[in-house]
């Protein structure tokens, strides 16, 4: 978070059945030069956390910013087990 070319999307997930999606991130977009600018959190499929497929605690969109960055707690591909911080 806070990188150039950010996107509010902490623990953005698909869902695949075999090599269908079932559920996918809305894809990308046609980026537009204000999206480098103050009103990039404002374009809804680009880099808010409601354009992507990823979690909302209580309704909230993801924060912006370094403070609002999340972290890799534990990933063990064996038991498919991925542990994210992402308060």
């Not at 809305?26 to 980026?31: D, F, Q």
């Not at 990039?40 to 370094?66: D, I, L, N, W």
Request: hydrophobic share 40%.
């Amino acid at each position: 978070n806070a990188e150039n070319h950010n996107h509010n999307d902490l623990g953005t997930f698909q869902v695949f059945a075999g090599e269908r999606p079932l559920v996918i991130d809305p894809g990308m977009p046609h980026y537009v030069a204000d999206f480098f600018g103050p009103e990039r959190y404002t374009k809804f499929t680009v880099a808010m956390s409601s354009g992507h497929c990823c979690p909302r605690v209580h309704g909230t969109e993801q924060r912006a910013g370094a403070a609002a960055a999340g972290r890799l707690v534990e990933w063990n591909a064996a038991e498919g087990r991925l542990v994210l911080d992402l308060t």
